[in-house]
């Protein structure tokens, strides 16, 4: 019932007279039926999204083919935003008053309402699939790293993780080694070579995966949990075997083959999460051995994934794909794994991201939500795609839009990162690429060529232009701009107020290096994806050291969290949560009814 509370918001939370009521359990329900009419309809969309995980979450992308179902729950729920609206927007200061409210008949008919269309709402959501019914992590006060974070003075460094990265590593026997590779490193390719995170907002948890090429052949998936600070592992590694036909034997698989478990590979910039249809997603780059891109051997060696991976089968224990694919031959397959299987197509029509990249070698990526649905744009090789997802359950609905192409100046051999703000409709690409920036902007309102841009520095701070390929890059919705980092400083770059392709851009330095208690260093091979902005905490997390794998958060100034200081990570919805206030308004309803009765005979 704890659903109800948050639905029904009780005024007995704040001081007043209305205190005095927690008598019993049956009183504090009529206090909690009562609050309902403090909630102003004009807020009521927004206070139910936060709260019950009825507005905005359960949404007709999300479900995919059960279209007719979400429409007929989103009908219900638009039913009780205007049911509630008679309501009043006041809290009674004692029984009386709630009782002479209750008493209007506009009122008593808004409950009515209300309870109906939460019992019907909470019948057809048992219909449907899970995927629909999660909401973004809330952040409280209650959490040390908010605490941390919220103690800490503006425009600094915080070092939020608890233990090291190394002290969660997959265990020697437990190691994948890669027969007739020069070498099987160990897990701290994950972060230094080439890589990135996406951060899990429906968790708060930063999820890496990653090796790849010569560095590392464990798949094995590690995360970063907000709310205990410490690292974690996800999962255990596939063994991997080589195809000695292919690439002079420098092919490998894991064992359990491509549409079970991706080989390890680069990421670069292009790790994301979709928060939608909550999955952690992987493109890959080079992989191990032969640092080509996703390949099936079973299908000629054609171009495969991307792979989604599902967070909710995590577990340290288990191997992500089939049953005894580890190491040692013996752990229970977590088949966390899913293959898409729809980044292969015809060259002739740039169809699919990545066709002229024969490794997806320096890619960057950026999400957002457009339409309801999780879209990420992907620029690799000689374009840039919107990559549409509508339902985790079905890869044959995925969408992949040509957005534009690089024109005949543009460089995109250099190493870099991307970033997309849905303020301005733009995706802006770094790189460098022998000692030569480049900025690079697509209007994504617009398709066609990108444009290089020249932005100007000042503030007075010289930005080490020919170390461009260092930083990571991502946009600030709060300000509107987008914040680099390469390891030691951190910068602004602002676009135009007006012509984003123009070269009205700003770069200003917000944080130089050697910041007492900030990083000592720089993040080997590049930042690329391991700084991402994070809703809600209004911070940017950066990560560092691949042994040590250090959090870092940087608090900007006029730092505006979302959080609600009162507000915990809220469940979600199912069927009984939503029946449940429903069914107790009626319950009220009618035995109040029966006390009128009494009173008056």
């Known amino acids: 019932m704890k659903i109800l509370t948050n639905l029904l918001h009780p005024c007995l939370i704040q001081p007043g007279a209305n205190r005095r009521w927690i008598k019993n359990s049956r009183q504090l329900f009529y206090i909690n039926i009562f609050s309902m009419q403090r909630i102003n309809h004009a807020i009521l969309p927004d206070f139910l999204t936060k709260q019950t995980n009825l507005l905005g979450h359960i949404s007709l992308p999300q479900i995919g083919s059960f279209s007719k179902l979400s429409h007929a729950i989103q009908q219900l729920i638009n039913g009780l ?38 019992v019907v709402a909470g019948i057809l959501a048992g219909s449907l699939p899970a995927q629909a019914s999660l909401i973004p992590f809330e952040y409280d006060e209650s959490l040390l790293g908010v605490q941390m974070i919220e103690s800490a003075a503006e425009q600094s460094w915080i070092r939020l993780n608890q233990n090291r990265f190394s002290d969660v590593w997959v265990p020697n026997e437990q190691r994948i080694i890669a027969r007739g590779a020069p070498t099987s490193g160990s897990p701290r390719a994950i972060i230094k070579a080439w890589s990135g995170f996406a951060y899990d907002t429906n968790r708060a948890k930063v999820t890496l995966w990653g090796g790849g090429h010569a560095n590392y052949p464990g798949n094995e998936v590690y995360r970063w949990d907000f709310s205990t600070l410490n690292w974690e592992r996800a999962s255990l590694p596939t063994r991997v075997h080589s195809f000695p036909q292919y690439f002079n034997g420098a092919y490998y698989e894991t064992i359990d083959g491509p549409h079970h478990s991706p080989i390890a590979a680069h990421t670069y910039d292009t790790n994301s999460f979709l928060a939608n249809v909550d999955r952690f997603v992987v493109f890959g780059g080079p992989t191990f051995n032969s640092g080509r891109h996703f390949q099936d051997s079973s299908n000629g060696l054609k171009r495969t994934g991307p792979y989604f991976w599902d967070p909710n089968k995590a577990d340290p224990n288990k191997v992500g794909g089939l049953d005894g694919t580890d190491a040692l031959g013996i752990a229970v397959g977590g088949n966390m794994w899913q293959n898409r299987d729809n980044l292969d197509g015809p060259r002739s029509t740039f169809g699919k991201p990545g066709l002229f990249s024969p490794g997806w070698v320096n890619t960057a990526a950026a999400t957002t939500i457009e339409n309801g649905k999780d879209v990420v744009y992907i620029q690799a090789g000689t374009t840039l795609h919107r990559y549409i997802v509508s339902d985790a359950n079905d890869p044959s609905s995925d969408e992949y839009q040509l957005v534009g192409w690089r024109s005949n100046t543009a460089v995109w051999n250099g190493q870099g990162a991307g970033a997309y703000s849905p303020d301005h409709h733009i995706f802006l690409r770094t790189a460098g690429f022998r000692g030569t920036p480049y900025w690079i902007v697509w209007d994504t309102s617009n398709p066609g060529t990108n444009r290089l841009i020249s932005p100007t520095v000042v503030g007075g701070a010289t930005f080490p232009f020919d170390e461009l390929e260092n930083y990571g890059i991502d946009y600030d919705p709060i300000r509107q701009r987008f914040v680099l980092w390469n390891g030691y400083d951190v910068w602004e770059l602002t676009p135009p107020l007006t012509n984003f392709l123009s070269d009205d851009w700003e770069l200003r330095q917000l944080l130089p290096s050697g ?78 009814s029966r006390r009128e009765s009494y009173q008056a005979s």
């Not at 309501?87 to 009515?112: E, G, H, I, W, Y």
């Not at 260093?521 to 994806?529: K, Q």
Request: aromatic share 12%.
């Open 81 to 118: 935003k205007q049911a509630l609206r008679p309501t009043l927007t006041r809290c009674p200061p004692d029984m009386k008053d709630a009782t002479a409210s209750f008493n209007d008949m506009r009122v008593r008919q808004s409950f009515r309402r209300a309870a109906g269309y939460l």
């Open 515 to 592: 910041q007492p208690d900030g990083p000592a260093g720089g993040v080997f091979n590049g930042v690329l994806g391991k700084w991402e902005y994070i809703p809600g905490l209004d911070v940017f997390l950066g990560l560092s050291d691949e042994n040590d794998g250090n959090i870092w958060a940087y608090k900007p100034s006029d730092w505006t969290p979302s959080f609600s200081p009162t507000t915990a990570s809220v469940p979600s919805a199912s069927a009984s949560d939503l029946m449940a206030p429903g069914l107790m308004l009626l319950y009220w309803m009618v035995f109040y």
